[in-house]
């Protein structure tokens, strides 16, 4: 397949998968999009040529840069001996004890290669290690251990399965010749990271002191760092390139522990993009893992050597083997901590969950991938499908143990397993203050500032600004509908869909008998009437017959790109002379929306009628509703559109900042944490941001 249709298929497959995770909470993406993978190789035929020798650049450059510049954390620090033991020494011992079990339950593959596979499988997935240890309460030593350790294992697993895959190659290995050139890419991979990745800081520096402190221009050129590092590392130095992304990634984020940036815009730039790329990567590398399947599975079935079913436990062999060794290892950390009296008692069960959060992901999968088709010699890499097959394999059963597992271990069962290509979730948990009252949620609170936007905007509303205010209001009412779902009961929720369908019936009758009056007074045309009677008919059916979602969506007709368009396409359908039916339909909407507000004032005063048994966001939705459509109808003479566009602006700015004071007020009263007036600030600067960007175009 051509690279540009490749890529457009990846990307689109990845985008599904997410989709498709939105609904099936309790798979791990990185499943459904192996699965995806899977359908589209065996249905369409759909074959990726891979070559491996930008592979490695192409996913593990990137990918290690970013968990470089996610590292050093205080907690971590403080821990750097035993993570850099578990990440060296568990490693080495996993690829040396691990190949050679490979090798004695697999007699027929090569021990070189059983190496190479026990290497590629020590590395594990940092963020599906961190969401299992957290959820599963570790002790906070051993939580701190094995989130370190899976951030820079994935330099020491790659850098042996370099080894035991040239070893496979040449034919040749020689542990002095090893030894020392481990020692050599390694001290040199980590100068040249740390070198190349100052001498760039350098150039960043002497660039913004002549001026040239463009935010896109610094974001890219941060994107491209760790494959220029990469590639001088391993091409010129030829040293070991994974160390060296490891370092730089490491160093760039040490420096960027400020206080105060200086372009915080940068790094706000920087950090969503290099989302995108994580995002991206890790779903391209399993969605090729599902389309590769077929292949190493069509191999193996046609391998004479074994069956198909020895191939899958094999992988099941080797998914234990590498869980008795991590699980081996904990237990043994655990003791020597307790004998020094620096940690508690030693636990199965937490050396147990330890191993399990070692769920294997992208960097195993771009490794094994990556191992050539032929050796030195021009013969076929010896049992390569078989160790692509395990290696799949072992990734999809330490997903599924893990999710498994994780409603077991986890008091919030339903929290799925997260991985590096999750959707990111910036949701702020419900806690309790120090007192032990239950704090707002995050819905709760953004629905109050808005509320208090909303406000501001009511206050500032003049005769000349009105039409903008109400625009304005029926989002804002919109958005508050949308969040009280999130945090409102059910029964709540009925209640009041129930009373906005009642409210806006005698809407609709009101509607139409304005319409009757109009067409019998002859003040519009017979097709205006015909027309705009069907259309409030039908208007009234959707709302009754439709669920919530549905029937806050018709209530959101007000906004302006919906209303102009049906509005324009009535017009040009009903008659040749526009201005005509232009000023019937601005006479109707005008008429039929007073009339609709006067109807709802005279049945909320029936003495039949509970005013109070109606939700009062409801009626203040629907009257603003019918005020947007009088401003918008009063004239046909409409404001242009950049002073509609300043009144907007303005309107936003006020909006703005009484949010920000909203969310200063609910901190002050101890109904939010600083935590979610954090989250609760950066979405107003968001909001900010998006207000300044318009402005912005306008000028």
């Not at 954390?73 to 993570?83: A, C, F, S």
């Not at 594990?124 to 294992?153: C, F, M, W, Y």
């Not at 042996?160 to 190659?169: G, I, L, S």
Request: net charge neutral; charged share 20%; aromatic share 8%.
């Amino acid at each position: 397949m051509p690279i540009v249709e490749a890529v457009i298929l990846l990307t689109t497959l990845v985008l599904a998968s997410n989709i498709i995770s939105h609904y099936l909470t309790f798979i791990p993406v990185s499943l459904i999009q192996v699965t995806l993978g899977l359908v589209i190789a065996i249905v369409f035929n759909v074959k990726i040529e891979l070559e491996t020798d930008w592979f490695l650049l192409l996913f593990i450059a990137p990918l290690l840069f970013n968990d470089g510049r996610r590292f050093p954390k205080q907690e971590l620090w403080k821990l750097r001996g035993p993570i850099f033991a578990n990440a060296i020494l568990l490693v080495f011992i996993t690829t040396i004890a691990g190949g050679f079990l490979i090798y004695l339950m697999i007699p027929k593959m090569p021990l070189p290669v059983a190496i190479a596979l026990a290497a590629i499988l020590s590395p594990t997935d940092p963020v599906a290690v961190q969401s299992i240890s957290k959820r599963a309460k570790l002790p906070d030593a051993i939580l701190h251990l094995v989130s370190g350790e899976s951030l820079i294992n994935d330099a020491s697993g790659l850098i042996a399965f370099k080894y035991a895959v040239a070893a496979t190659v040449t034919g040749y290995f020689s542990l002095a010749h090893a030894t020392s050139d481990f020692l050599y890419i390694s001290l040199v991979g980590l100068l040249a990271g740390l070198i190349l990745m100052l001498a760039i800081e350098l150039l960043k520096d002497i660039l913004r002191r002549q001026g040239i402190n463009d935010v896109v221009f610094n974001a890219v050129l941060q994107i491209i760092t760790p494959f220029v590092i990469y590639l001088i590392t391993e091409e010129v130095a030829h040293a070991s390139g994974v160390i060296a992304v490891v370092a730089s990634g490491a160093l760039s984020h040490a420096q960027e522990n400020r206080l105060i940036e200086d372009l915080p815009e940068l790094r706000l730039v920087t950090e969503n993009t290099w989302d995108i790329i994580i995002y991206l990567l890790n779903g391209i590398v399993f969605v090729i893992l599902g389309i590769e399947l077929p292949l190493a599975t069509r191999e193996i079935i046609t391998n004479s050597e074994f069956s198909t079913m020895q191939a899958i436990a094999y992988s099941f062999g080797a998914w234990f083997i590498i869980l008795v060794i991590r699980v081996i290892w904990i237990l043994i950390y655990q003791t020597i901590s307790y004998i020094r009296k620096r940690g508690k008692k030693p636990s199965l069960r937490v050396s147990l969950l330890s191993g399990l959060s070692g769920v294997r992901g992208a960097i195993t999968m771009a490794g094994v991938l990556s191992i050539p088709l032929v050796t030195s010699t021009g013969a076929e890499f010896p049992e390569r499908a078989l160790a692509l097959f395990v290696a799949a394999g072992v990734i999809i059963i330490s997903l599924v143990v893990a999710t498994i597992t994780l409603p077991i271990i986890s008091p919030r069962g339903g929290q799925p397993l997260q991985t590096r290509d999750s959707p990111i979730n910036e949701e702020v948990e419900e806690v309790e203050d120090e007192e032990g009252n239950t704090l707002i949620s995050v819905e709760e609170a953004k629905a109050y500032i808005m509320r208090l936007a909303v406000s501001k905007i009511e206050e500032n509303r003049r005769l000349t600004n009105q039409r903008a205010a109400y625009d304005l209001i029926l989002d804002y009412q919109f958005i508050i509908r949308r969040l009280e779902i999130n945090f409102r009961d059910d029964e709540l929720i009925q209640s009041t869909l129930q009373d906005e369908i009642t409210l806006r019936r005698v809407g609709y009758n009101s509607e139409l008998d304005s319409l009757e009056q109009l067409y019998k007074s002859r003040q519009i045309s017979r097709n205006s009437y015909l027309v705009v009677g069907n259309r409030i008919r039908r208007s009234e059916r959707r709302v009754v017959q439709s669920s919530g979602h549905l029937m806050m969506w018709s209530l959101r007709n007000g906004r302006v790109w919906g209303r102009q368009l049906v509005r324009n396409v009535r017009i040009w359908l009903m008659s040749d002379d526009t201005a005509e039916v232009e000023a019937d339909i601005n006479l109707i909407e005008r008429e039929g929306s007073k009339a609709a507000i006067k109807a709802l004032s005279t049945y909320l005063a029936r003495k039949d009628v509970n005013e109070k048994q109606f939700d009062n966001q409801a009626i203040y939705h629907l009257v603003i509703h019918y005020r947007n459509r009088i401003e918008r109808a009063k004239s046909t003479e409409q404001k242009s559109q950049e002073v509609y566009q300043k009144q907007i602006n303005k309107l936003r700015t006020l909006a703005l900042g009484a949010e920000r004071n909203g969310v200063q007020s609910l901190l002050e009263a101890g109904n939010i944490t600083w935590q979610m007036a954090a989250s609760l600030r950066e979405y107003i600067n968001y909001s900010e941001n998006v207000l300044m960007m318009s402005v912005d175009d306008d000028e």
